[in-house]
């Protein structure tokens, strides 16, 4: 049997998947760790130099009791900056005169919470893999903190966050986890721990006490950084961290040692609210080490200094008395045993670069040119010297200028080896992420088409997109490489119009490329009936529309002006989010209208949307669908003015904001109600074969119930990119693609484009912080994992899913169109497929590039995804045409 072009270019993408998956799973291996399994060993003795040390045991812990609260989101301005100061009041004071020790600590890429949390308690860099990982935390097997305790019999108790029972399952003498991705609650998820506080702190049964509260973190996924929700959120915070503050105080009166509470963040929190990425804002978090061991004299003024969060780990370690973990990364944070006796802090010191050491001693062969390795040893000589001179009795200035020296030394070493080890973070799977190159790279599809200027354009711009991605900076600013683009391709489509209409050239009408006969406009003429995509039925349209001389009055203005019509939509839709890294902190129309100050506005422009949307999609669906869209609108604002988003002309207030689960359910019945219409003609089509209405309105329906869907999970000021695309669509098909005649390759290819600008054009960028993940709870009442999972991602890859229904949708609405899918599968293969093969081969030479993790990376998750949306297009365009050739 002969295999067609659209099944061969289908079964490409399929391979090209495979190799995807099989080059990730090489470039995403697990980090560096230590290899040698946790066991009970002596620690490192203390060098000396001639007679034998009498310390060679762990030195004793530093707190009784530790409490560490975790507030999910906490970047760094939050607590040190004005926003600290008007709704922390609490801390402020802590942080300023109190006894407490202030840093902003570092995160790194990913900033999602799982990997965080294994970054705070093992003091290793998780993988990138690990954000992926996050949606469903396998038990950490990683020496951590959290295993060592339990292991020294300490007792944890643990509320908040359930990645930590997923993290560990039987350490925690008793614990009560909350989902932390139903984002949409943001009081319930902070009062269920909350309400354990009073009866826990008053028992004296535990050691180590752990709280991570994920209110602040669902407030910004909801509303971003500068919600009026913020503020009573962080003043909540501090009224719980005075409780627990004072409550500590009153029982170490008669207590040996003092205890130890550990205000953090796991990660930042961006602009637009969300994060995973690198900017300053989601990497930036607070620590605040709260204990009467730091007490200051007066005038003592102490700074936020910047560390690692993985220094954490090995502070932690010291705090409690217990061995640094083996693949721990960090160095103790110093100025914590600043008051401890020299020989202490020497030992500590010790003990983390020999750890630090032996961990570079098995993730690099050449460790000994290392200089962190040299200066380490220098370190142990000079404090075997130190520890000679002590063991002696000598008091002298040269035992403790020489202790100074140490211990500088120590410091020193301690970062070089950090950053050794940093940058060893990763070892590559070579040999997956070859094999996976060679399945890339076999598969994409070779075009034998001959070149016209429009296939000339789409070539050369899909080269310079893919040279592009070799640079990081074009990477963070894709998004204006797309907007030249289809900038371009308007001015393009502007020329070969008025050189049509003005000049005559290849006006004479001739069959169209993609259907095989005369090509009739919006008519069918076997059936007599209009069924083009957008439906229109044009009165005065020329009977032979694909003649441009043919066109008179409006018509022929509208097919002039349509060119700067898609430009001016453009322009339109760049001012409303700013995306990008260079530009995204800069005010746009999106957050001007997202204001509490203009609910109104943003009010009127919802219901104008919407509105709009009914007008360009009704069109071609039947009766019934016609009511199921208008009522599903009418949900959607409904739903919106639940959660408080925009008002009703008689609300005055938001005091009645729910969840909205119930509207978006209703919303919900009938996205599924059309879902099932149009499959149902769809299968009409199939059975009756010269039914071919059927299969046209059918597939129209599929496509408005995807609008409605995107309709829902959009949030409200990107309703206009939605009524902006459509609008695009209609005036493409109508006045572009039909009077000039294009194919099917032409046709594809600029859908392709439109879709990867319409990614941007709703404020997605390729940092994963862009992603709205509240997009996946709508209608959720408690977190369902594949649910979630695929209304977040239909909801971020709203666009090229709507502009690929679309494609479908015209080249299916022709009478002869087999030949039409088959080439459009075999087009839409090579442009998504090219740019994935050729950057694979980028990332790989690329991969100890300084920014691999932070955009790279990022950017090849998002081509993966692309490819799958690309994998399921194209099999349903066989699957069309399988159908189309059984009519």
Not at 57 to 76: G, H, N, Q, T
């Amino acid at each position: 049997m002969r295999l067609g072009s659209g099944t061969f270019a289908a079964g490409c993408v399929v391979i090209e998947v495979l190799g995807v998956a099989l080059f990730l799973r090489g470039f995403f291996p697990a980090p560096v760790f230590s290899g040698t399994e946790r066991q009970a060993e002596s620690p490192a003795p203390e060098p000396s130099a001639g007679a034998s040390s009498n310390w060679t045991e762990l030195p004793p812990p530093l707190f009784s009791k530790v409490v560490i609260m975790l507030i999910d989101a906490l970047r760094d301005d939050f607590v040190f900056g004005s926003k600290g100061v008007k709704f922390m009041p609490y801390t402020t004071y802590l942080v300023e005169k109190g006894s407490s020790l202030s840093f902003v600590a570092e995160a790194k890429p990913p900033t999602v919470t799982m990997p965080r949390i294994k970054a705070l308690l093992t003091g290793s860099l998780p993988g990138f893999i690990d954000v992926v990982r996050n949606l469903n935390s396998p038990t950490l097997l990683e020496d951590n903190v959290i295993t060592r305790a339990k292991a020294a019999g300490k007792r944890i108790i643990f509320y908040g966050d359930e990645t930590w029972v997923k993290l560990f399952p039987k350490h925690f003498v008793e614990y009560d986890g909350t989902t932390s991705f139903f984002v949409s609650d943001y009081t319930e998820v902070d009062n269920n721990v909350t309400r354990h506080l009073d009866k826990v702190l008053k028992r004296q049964d535990w050691d180590v006490l752990i709280l991570h509260y994920l209110g602040l973190d669902h407030i910004g996924h909801i509303s971003g950084p500068s919600s009026p929700l913020i503020g009573p959120k962080l003043s909540e915070m501090d009224s719980i961290l005075m409780k627990i503050h004072t409550s500590l105080l009153s029982e170490e009166r008669g207590a040996l040692l003092p205890s130890l509470l550990a205000l953090c963040g796991d990660h930042g929190m961006s602009e637009a609210g969300g994060h995973g990425a690198s900017s300053m804002e989601e990497v930036n978090t607070a620590l605040v080490l709260i204990s009467s061991a730091f007490e200051r004299k007066p005038g003592d003024v102490r700074h936020p200094t910047h560390v690692q969060q993985t220094d954490l780990a090995a502070t932690l370690s010291v705090g409690l008395g217990l061995p640094i973990p083996k693949s721990n990364t960090g160095s103790l944070l110093f100025r914590v045993v600043e008051g401890r006796p020299v020989r202490e802090q020497l030992r500590l010191l010790h003990l983390n670069t020999v750890q630090l050491s032996k961990l570079l001693q098995e993730n690099v062969p050449s460790y000994k040119k290392e200089p962190g390795f040299e200066q380490f040893k220098v370190a142990e000589r000079l404090h075997r010297s130190w520890v000679r001179l002590y063991l002696e009795g000598s008091n002298s200035e040269a035992l403790a200028n020489l202790g100074a020296k140490v211990r500088r030394q120590y410091l020193d070493a301690l970062r070089m080896l950090r950053l050794s080890l940093t940058r060893r973070a990763a070892q590559y799977d070579v040999y997956s992420m070859a094999v996976g190159t060679v399945l890339v790279l076999e598969t994409p599809p070779q075009s034998t088409s001959r070149w016209s200027e429009l296939g000339l354009l789409s070539f050369l711009g899909t080269v310079g997109h893919v040279l592009s991605l070799g640079a990081s900076s074009f990477i963070e600013e894709e998004h204006q490489t797309w907007y030249f683009l289809i900038n371009t391709l308007c001015l393009a489509l502007c020329h070969q119009i008025y050189r049509h209409c003005f000049l005559g050239d290849d006006c004479a009408p001739q069959r169209c490329p993609h259907t095989g006969e005369e090509f009739d406009g919006v008519a069918v003429a076997r059936q007599g009936k209009r069924a083009g995509p957008e439906g229109w039925e044009l009165s005065h349209a020329p009977k032979d529309p694909s003649s441009l001389e043919a066109l008179r009055g409006p018509e022929r203005w509208m097919v002039l002006a349509s060119p700067w019509l898609v430009l001016a939509c453009c322009r339109l839709l760049r001012s409303l989010n700013q995306t990008g890294v260079q530009w995204a902190h800069r005010p746009d129309l999106g957050h001007w209208l997202t204001s509490s100050d203009h609910k109104a506005e943003l009010s009127v422009l919802a219901a104008l949307s919407l509105t709009m949307i009914f007008v360009l999609v009704q069109k071609r669906c039947s009766l019934t669908s016609k009511v199921a869209v208008a009522f599903g609108l009418l949900g959607i604002y409904c739903y919106r003015a639940a959660i408080g988003n925009v008002l009703f002309p008689w609300q005055q207030d938001n005091k009645d904001i729910s969840k909205g689960i119930t509207e978006a359910r209703f919303v919900y019945v009938f996205v599924l109600g059309i879902l099932f219409t149009g499959t149902k003609d769809l299968l009409k089509s199939q059975i009756i074969a010269a039914d071919f209405t059927a299969r046209t309105v059918g597939l129209w329906e599929i496509h408005s119930g995807l609008v409605l869907l995107a309709a829902l999970l959009l949030r409200p000021h990107n309703l206009p990119v939605l009524v902006l695309s459509l609008a695009v669509q209609t005036v493409m098909t109508q006045f572009i693609w039909r009077p000039l005649r294009h194919g099917a390759a032409a046709v594809t290819v600029m859908h392709y484009w439109f879709g990867q600008a319409f990614f941007y054009f709703q404020g997605n960028s390729n940092s994963i912080a862009t992603v709205d993940i509240s997009a996946g709870f709508v209608g959720l009442d408690a977190y369902m994992e594949i649910p979630a999972m695929f209304l977040t991602a239909f909801a971020t890859y709203s666009g090229p899913v709507l502009w690929a229904s679309h494609l479908v949708n015209f080249l299916t609405s022709e009478a002869s169109s087999g030949s039409a899918l088959r080439r459009a599968c075999f087009c839409y293969a090579l442009v998504c497929s090219v740019p994935v093969s050729v950057y694979i081969v980028m990332v790989t030479s690329l991969r100890y590039h300084l920014f691999i993790w932070s955009v790279f990376s990022p950017k090849l998750l998002y081509e993966g995804m692309h490819l799958l949306i690309t994998a399921a297009v194209c099999i349903f365009f066989t699957a069309m045409d399988q159908t189309n050739t059984k009519s």
